[in-house]
């Protein structure tokens, strides 16, 4: 497509009328151009200017656009060269058949030995899953980032750099901003029942860093972790790189089994995700919560609660967090405003055992050199003034109504011949397919026709006899593109024999 075809292609999409703002459908169509293939890898577009000046819209609209596909990885800039379509294909959560699992570098000249990755570098590079793609239908796990109320930060981001505190611009105290740490709280024992002080908080950069700060404070390399089975990818690399031992903890429709795990070696941490398993959607009972509690009291375990999305519950009221529920300090809780807010802000938190808080913070502290300060500040005021509680509200009728366009379209193309996972709360819902049907094939040919979904058999183990399916995620997509979107991949589950 010349850069005269895609300014002809958009023109006579962009609807200036009734349409919602050029911003987010001139971000849209261009999405749906590179990952439909319209597109190529490696294309040429034109200039900012350039395609402003031929669509009639504003340069920072195009910029802006460019910038966020960028970010999401579906463009890459070339210094000096300009701006062009990334190669998406290097997916590897649907890596092609065949893929070479070798991580070594490229053979080196004659009598030159190439340097090698360490043995657990080339096992976390050769297991990674991560996507290139982060956006559109049916990305799981990404929140409507559009709906973000952007003019509400920009007013509170501006009152802190108007006159900036020079001791924000350095490195963060040991925990975080207290201002922060003060609201959080709040916030916590207010929305999610969670049993703590401003003390117990430590600021971190998202949930990774709060599993990594974790499990080095409270395990050594070769202590024994349960991960429920299937689980998110990313936590089992990250553990598996510090040296642990990882074993697959079965679950059910009440979540995380702990008696079915007896059989394993007594973990010195669980870590679960108990309001909304993932990537399942089950809810741990109260009664298997309760004997987990008991369970790790009488074995000296350690429980890490990653309470992920549980704010987004639909037709029941947010479940009371395991930590509310814990007595004895066993329960670390983790958070993030990933699915709340936007995942590019990069601010999580962990509640820590009231007994290691000041361990937590010192730990931290020491490890990562932590800053953002004015971030955290910005944060602090925008929980403080209500407006975290009012976008969650928002946002959960929004993703309310998404959910349900997506089970009308599943149910007007199947009816109900494929099982529904997971679907009152979170922001995706597992399509359970036949067992004779290759979820990464199918997650391939959707991606060839712009449809992104997740395998389900990729976040089991590489031991475990998993289950086949798709995670579709319906945070990202609107209600006016899910029956269309839907359709689309509904022809590629039919050309995979379902």
Sequence with gaps: MTTIALSDWLLERLDRDRGPPLYRQLHSLLLGAVL???????AKLPSSRLLAKELGVARNTVIEVYENLRAQGCLEGRHGSGTFVADLSVDLMVEPPGADDDTRPPHPPPGRKAPELSRRGQALVRG????????????????????????????LHNRHWRRPIAERLSYAPAGGLPALRVALAAHLRAARSVRCEPEQIIVTTGTHQSMDLTARLL??????????????????SSLQSLGLALHAAPVDTEGLNWSAGAALPVPKLVIA???????????????????????????????????????????????????????????????SFSKTLFPGLRLGFIVAPPGLAEAFARGSAELYREGQLQQQAILADFIAEGHLSAHIRRMRGLYARRRHCLLG?????????????????????????????????VARTALAAGIVVRPLSRYYGHDADPQRGLLLGYGCVTEAEIASSFARLARVLRQHGA
């Excluded at 369970?295 to 704010?311: A, G, H, L, P, V």
């Design 36 to 42: 439909q293939g319209h597109l190529p890898a490696g």
């Design 409 to 441: 379209a599943v149910a007007q193309e199947f009816g109900d011949q494929l099982e529904i996972l997971g679907d009152n709360a979170g922001l995706h819902l597992v399509l359970r397919l036949p067992a004779d049907i290759d979820d990464m094939a």
């Design 273 to 335: 995700t108990p309001s909304h398993q993932y990537p399942l959607g089950m809810v741990m009972s109260l009664a298997r919560r309760q004997a987990l509690l008991e369970y790790c009291r009488q074995n000296r375990s350690w429980i890490i609660e990653d309470d992920y999305d549980s704010e987004f519950r639909y037709g029941t009221r947010p479940i009371p967090c395991l930590q509310g529920l814990d007595g004895d300090g066993l329960v670390v809780y983790v958070g």
């Design 128 to 155: 990674a899953r991560f996507s290139s793609v982060q956006w559109g239908a049916f990305m799981p796990g990404v929140p409507d980032v559009t709906e973000f109320p952007a003019q509400i930060w920009t007013r």
């Design 219 to 236: 395990a050594d390399p070769g202590d024994n972790v349960w991960l429920e089975q299937p689980c998110y990818w990313g936590l089992r």
